[in-house]
């Protein structure tokens, strides 16, 4: 891999507002890296997997949030880790990204980072953001990474995803990200940032985390909405990405393809993420179905091989969360289904409809794990509890707590932190004796 320097922006200390977190000025200071089990630092919460510390046996009789603000425009789900929340959104013709403090709602520091961009699915930014030490880092819609300071906002590094060739476009035939803006996740892991570029000779890029000096770039395929994963899979710690062309494990200090799965559909709309489960990938497209991959060591290194596949379920947007064995997700579009699949053998173990719209593309549900139980945001914002019971569909709760939105929630320390297309809201799911029914 050629290895290259790239002109990034990187930002000189300024000003530090007074109105500044006690704890983040202390997470700051120590530069500290590890987060607590209890926070949900990035996408799909610590280990990126959909699941939470604690516990959940009953949902609330009514929604009475513990704070309610109002927000603009954007699918960006919130993260919170030290008592931080950040959440990104559209105000006055910018992305802008801000801090809250988690327990309050009361905002710390605001930091314009992009002009605005939008299609006829909505405005506003689409990737979620993730944590790491003192910093904060996310992508715009219109193509450019940015980390800033937890403390207070400031700028540290940033690059245009332009210098790689790639120019947003709502013109584009193909669903791909440089026509409906950057939705996937980034990664931190080490010393590194993994960023998905999407461009010829740079569909992955490395970075250093602190200085944004580039390390390698990687790959031909253009990026899905996809987020990426680190795993340790067939005993190797890998970048593992599901972009518009395939599934794929990428050396973490080099870039190197260590295996490589085609999966093409024609709109290129790959949205999961992947689910690591030993040394098996689950990911799931509207087109190709649910697909369980095999990794292994040979000899002429680790290679690839589709386990099983359960093409009835066509899943547009929502990725599965494995509990005990078993795959939970929102099921196959225009179906209004909720499915539980053998993770196994990919034998699906129930259905339940009764969830979305029954729309083509719009249809949605988020899934998080929390002890025993399984809390499910609908495209239409119901939160509804179930059991994660294999044997059959067991609803223990369900509650209205907001509007129409494909935001997935973060859940830390008993409090879930939801949005829709007005509202950012935190609810209070810590007490088991509140049932809804």
Known sequence: MVKKTVPTKVHPPMRTPTKINFVACLVAALGVSA???????????????????????????????????????????????????IYLDEQEGKEVAHCLNAATGQEVWRTPYAPSEG????????????????????????????CLKLADGQPVWDFDFRHYGISFSTKSSEGTASRRGNNGSGAVEGNFVYVPVGAKGASIVCFD??????????????????????????????????????????????????????????????????????????????????????????ASGLVAAPQWVNKPLAINLATPVLSG?????????????????????GVTKWTETGFGLGKDQTDYASTIAVGKNLLLLT??????????????????????????????????????????????????????????R
């Open 35 to 85: 987060l607590p089990a209890a926070d949900w630092p990035q996408w799909r919460g610590a280990n990126r997997d959909g699941h939470a510390a604690g516990s959940v046996v009953s949902l609330p009789k009514e929604s009475k949030p513990v704070w309610k603000r109002p927000i603009g425009p954007g699918f960006s789900s919130p993260i919170m880790a030290g008592g931080q929340l």
């Open 119 to 146: 299609d006829e699915w909505g405005r506003g930014p689409r990737t979620t953001p993730f944590m790491d030490g003192a910093h904060v880092y996310f992508q715009s819609m219109n193509g450019g990474f940015r």
């Open 209 to 298: 985390k602190l200085q944004g000096k580039e390390i390698w770039k990687s790959g031909d395929d253009e990026a899905a909405y996809s987020s990426f994963v680190v795993a340790t899979l067939a005993g190797t710690r890998q970048l593992v990405a599901f972009t518009a062309e395939a599934l794929t494990g990428l050396d973490l200090k080099t870039g190197a393809t260590l295996w490589r799965l085609p999966l093409r559909t024609g709109a290129k709309r790959h949205a999961a993420t992947p689910v690591i489960d030993g040394d098996t990938v689950t990911v799931t497209s509207q087109t190709l179905g649910l697909v369980r991959v095999k990794i292994s060591q040979s």
């Open 325 to 345: 064995g078993h795959l939970y997700c929102y099921g196959p579009i225009r179906t209004k289904d909720y499915v539980c699949v053998d993770a196994a053998t």
């Open 379 to 436: 495209y239409d914002g119901q939160l509804v509890l179930i059991s994660a019971n294999p044997e059959k569909f067991t609803e223990l709760g369900r509650l209205q707590v907001c509007g129409k939105t494909w935001c997935s929630p973060a859940f830390a320390e008993g409090k879930l932190y939801v949005r829709d297309g007005r509202d950012l809201l935190c609810l209070d799911l810590s007490n088991p004796s509140r049932a809804a």
